[in-house]
């Protein structure tokens, strides 16, 4: 049996107010006395008011004050908790402040020294959060609560670089996080098609009276490998591209939108793709060109050689450029 497994048994031995001696309980689990002893100071750790008194009548018990079952967190499990709550909050999280509420309840539970030792793992990480508009979270909760209850929304939005505010009603699906945006994924009851809109350029969001049902097993995550599998020009033959580079350039290659989803093995100087030859030799050669110096292909070959004609080219044109 797991350690956690044991130490909850034990809790559950002690909880109706028995009092029991560590060879019983090391006799019931199957443990050593020993280990009952370090399962002991765990759960005093974890904020359980268990006593070993010693003596003729002596034994281990749980004081009367104690009510609730505790929740089981180790160091790093606290850290984690609080570091996501800062991913959350810097990622726009709609419910960031109610994530941090759960979070004060679990340090209520803590002990002083948990929460001393708590305080000094995670006060090295911080999240820059990016600058949007506080609407944003709102626009949020209001598309999320749409999509579960399937009610169709009238958005005003605006796409980039555009002067109007363009009015529609969609059937939000879902949501998606991606490059740093919130995307909500919704059905264009316009165009009669689904698309993707970006809820930081969402102005104004309504609801209306007008129902929806979500397709069956619908994934925002899904949707958008599906637009990227869309944007291959064939379905094969497949090769292996292999590409070394710094960090922040391989960072960038990896990162692009289409080519993320075809990434199989990548290290910090390596990175390897299995994308069909069309998509490669149509779209890749102009696009890995704009790294210039910073990248380097290793294979296929066919890839070195279309970037180097196109390199070639495209000095010839500025060395026949009069001047």
């Known amino acids: 049996m ?21 060879a019983q309980i090391a006799d019931q689990l199957e443990i050593s006395i ?7 100071d765990a759960l005093g750790a974890s904020g359980v008011p268990v006593v070993a008194e010693s003596g003729h009548d002596g034994g281990i018990r749980i004081l009367d004050s104690f009510k609730e079952t505790p929740l ?3 160091a790093l499990e606290l850290k984690a908790l609080v570091d996501a709550y800062k991913f959350a909050q810097g990622a726009g999280y709609p419910y960031a402040e109610e994530l941090e509420s759960a979070l004060k309840k679990v340090e209520i539970g803590l002990q002083e020294d948990q929460l001393h030792e708590l305080s000094s793992r995670t006060g090295g990480l911080d999240v820059i959060a990016p600058a949007r508009p506080p609407s944003v979270v709102v626009s949020l909760r209001d598309l999320e609560q749409a999509a579960e209850a399937g009610r169709t929304v009238r958005i005003a939005y605006r796409k980039a670089n555009a002067e109007h505010v363009d009015e529609r009603e969609v059937d939000p699906y879902g949501l998606a996080y991606d490059r740093g945006e919130w995307y909500a994924v919704a059905y264009c009851r316009r165009s009669q098609e689904t698309r993707t809109f970006r809820v930081d350029r969402i102005e104004k969001l309504e609801p209306t009276d007008a129902r929806f049902e979500k397709p069956e097993r619908f994934s925002a995550s899904g949707y958008f490998r599906d637009q990227s599998e869309q944007a291959r020009d064939a379905d094969g033959p497949l090769a292996v591209i292999r590409i070394e580079g710094g960090p922040d350039a391989l960072n960038a290659v990896c990162g692009h939108w289409h080519l993320r989803h075809y990434l199989t093995d990548r290290t910090d100087r390596d990175a ?3 994308l069909d030859l069309p998509t490669m030799n149509k779209h890749l050669p102009m696009y890995l060109l704009t790294f210039g110096t910073d990248i380097r292909i290793k294979e296929p070959i066919e890839l070195r050689r279309r970037v180097r004609e196109l390199a070639s080219r495209i000095a ?8």
Request: proline share 0%; no cysteine; hydrophobic share 45%.
């Open 2 to 22: 797991a350690k956690w497994d044991n130490m909850l048994s034990m809790l559950w031995m002690l909880r109706d107010g028995r009092k029991l001696t560590a």
């Open 34 to 40: 020993r280990t009952v002893y370090r399962y002991i």
């Open 316 to 323: 010839a044109h500025y060395e026949n450029d009069a001047d």
């Open 72 to 74: 089981f967190f180790n």
């Open 272 to 274: 390897r793709f299995l």
